[in-house]
């Protein structure tokens, strides 16, 4: 229930609701909204990291490690989610979308294990999550890009 609908709802609500708009009328231009939104909700989330070294006497290292690549997937799904709520306006499709991705998860890697069925396809795969970053990038560079008309809708005064 948390992670499905909670947690999306209010995080979208307050990171897409709210942020988003204040960036673009502030001028700046939709991509750097796209990649500067999702940042905030890294910030938000740093106190986890503390708190795993301090209270529960993780290491350091290992949990700086998962706190970046944690840091880099939703970095990547905010800018997503932040160009969607650009082009759609609607905070339902991105809590949707969200919530979809809080179900499926990460990515089964599992493919790397010399047990698993799929390690003779790794290089394979590998080379499927590879194109699919590097497309996800060039595209989206381009899509944000594009002049929005509607952009002017959020440039009132605060």
């Given at each position: 229930?948390?992670?499905?609908?909670?947690?999306?709802?209010?995080?979208?609500?307050?990171?897409?609701?709210?942020?988003?708009?204040?960036?673009?009328?502030?001028?700046?231009?939709?991509?750097?909204?796209?990649?500067?939104?999702?940042?905030?909700f890294g910030v938000?989330?740093?106190?986890?990291?503390?708190?795993?070294?301090?209270?529960?006497?993780?290491?350091?290292?290992?949990?700086?490690?998962?706190?970046?690549?944690?840091?880099?997937?939703?970095?990547?799904?905010?800018?997503?989610?932040?160009?969607?709520?650009?082009?759609?306006?609607?905070?339902?499709?991105?809590?949707?979308?969200?919530?979809?991705?809080?179900?499926?998860?990460?990515?089964?890697?599992?493919?790397?294990?010399?047990?698993?069925?799929?390690?003779?396809?790794?290089?394979?795969?590998?080379?499927?999550?590879?194109?699919?970053?590097?497309?996800?990038?060039?595209?989206?560079?381009?899509?944000?890009?594009?002049?929005?008309?509607?952009i002017l809708l959020?440039?009132?005064?605060?």
């Amino acid at each position: 229930m948390r992670n499905l609908l909670i947690a999306p709802m209010t995080e979208e609500f307050v990171f897409r609701g709210f942020i988003v708009p204040a960036l673009l009328a502030s001028g700046m231009k939709t991509t750097i909204v796209c990649w500067i939104a999702p940042l905030f909700f890294g910030v938000a989330h740093a106190h986890h990291a503390i708190r795993r070294i301090v209270r529960e006497g993780e290491p350091s290292a290992v949990v700086l490690v998962q706190t970046v690549f944690q840091l880099s997937y939703t970095t990547l799904f905010g800018a997503y989610t932040s160009y969607a709520y650009i082009q759609t306006k609607s905070l339902f499709a991105v809590v949707l979308s969200h919530s979809f991705c809080n179900w499926m998860g990460l990515p089964n890697l599992a493919f790397f294990r010399k047990t698993s069925q799929l390690h003779g396809y790794r290089h394979f795969l590998v080379a499927v999550h590879v194109v699919g970053l590097v497309a996800f990038f060039k595209w989206f560079n381009i899509l944000t890009t594009f002049p929005n008309q509607d952009i002017l809708l959020y440039r009132t005064r605060l």
